[in-house]
């Protein structure tokens, strides 16, 4: 077997053996391993992956550390870090302002595919102490490429398309939201900033999932 061979041997091992750790926690892959995917793996409760030439890194967040949206009320009937904790998040229904979402199922995201308004959020989170946790416990990096959805599963992985500029990038869905009358996905400052719309705050995009594999 060559050096080669063996270094991606080596990383397929060390992946799964990181999956079947993060399986009773909140980090998952929801789409499937190809060669070359997976990047590396960094200590515990840390996982570094790429997926169509994006690097995405999930770090998963202290449980003192508030919610980027407080305004959930509960996750699956549960205080949302409660759920959280029992890693009941991913499809489960939630509150918010006394509504009830209900997320799409796994088939449904598959093939989604939506027009709309984008906004952006989370320079907010760098003038206040310490971190803030996404809607399935993953430590917030607003100038990662991630993004909240009111319907998706968490996480899932969509390729977002400026409709303007015609810029496209893939982000991690890990919260949720946007909860403002009219838009579709809340993205990141970070994945703003590379669609190019940072400064005017939303612009219409198209949003698609993506399934390596």
């Not at 229904?93 to 959020?121: D, H, L, Q």
Request: charge should be positive; proline fraction near 5%.
């Amino acid at each position: 077997m060559t050096d080669r061979k063996l270094r991606e041997s080596f990383w397929l091992l060390i992946m799964l053996a990181s999956l079947f750790i993060f399986s009773c926690s909140v980090i998952s892959i929801p789409y499937k391993v190809t060669k070359g995917v997976v990047k590396g793996v960094v200590g515990v409760g840390k996982l570094v992956y790429v997926v169509g030439g994006f690097t995405f890194k999930v770090v998963m967040a202290p449980m003192s550390w508030p919610l980027t949206n407080e305004e959930i009320e509960t996750i699956d009937s549960l205080p949302p870090k409660e759920a959280i904790r029992q890693g009941r998040v991913k499809r489960s229904p939630y509150v918010v302002k006394g509504k009830r979402y209900v997320p799409m199922s796994i088939k449904e995201a598959r093939t989604y595919r939506e027009k709309g308004i984008a906004s952006w959020y989370g320079d907010e989170t760098r003038r206040q102490k310490g971190g803030h946790m996404t809607a399935n416990g993953e430590a917030f990096d607003p100038n990662g490429l991630s993004a909240a959805h009111k319907h998706l599963p968490l996480p899932v992985h969509v390729r977002v398309t400026n409709l303007e500029n015609r810029r496209s990038i893939i982000v991690r869905v890990n919260d949720r939201g946007p909860f403002i009358e009219g838009r579709i996905i809340d993205l990141s400052a970070g994945a703003a900033r590379r669609l190019g719309f940072y400064n005017r705050g939303t612009v219409r995009v198209l949003v698609e999932t993506v399934e390596e594999g």
